[in-house]
């Protein structure tokens, strides 16, 4: 019985340790000349706030669980006309970073409004 228990629990620690989630503290700068509204991320499974970015602000969001995605999109629309965008971004190289413990901080940086670059920190 005593050989039983232990082996569960060692079973449950193994399996606890193999899931447990990475997190990061994502961030949304804008370098662009525009002020943006609504800047999100889409096609993700991390949901990170960006709202009303003024040119030269960011905001940072802690404490989100990192799960591996491919990429994403991010979008955002024009404050002055409405007009949406989307900018597709890659987290290939970020997945990367992250699994090995190399950065624990996420900065998407819209430079225009065609324009994204992701950088792990």
């Not at 800047?39 to 499974?45: D, F, G, H, R, T």
């Amino acid at each position: 019985m005593k050989t039983y228990i232990i082996s569960i629990l060692a079973l449950l620690a193994t399996s606890c340790t193999a899931t447990r989630v990475k997190t990061v503290e994502f961030t949304f700068k804008n370098e662009s000349p525009h002020k943006l509204n609504w800047v999100s991320l889409k096609e993700a499974k991390i949901s990170p706030i960006g709202g009303v970015l003024s040119p030269g602000v960011f905001k940072t969001t802690v404490d989100q669980a990192w799960r591996n995605d491919a990429g994403a999109v991010v979008t955002f629309i024009e404050f002055e006309t409405q007009k949406p965008h989307s900018i597709p971004i890659s987290f290939s190289e970020v997945n990367k970073r992250i699994q090995t413990g190399q950065c624990q901080r996420v900065v998407v940086t819209i430079l225009d409004y065609d324009k994204a670059t992701v950088r792990c920190e």
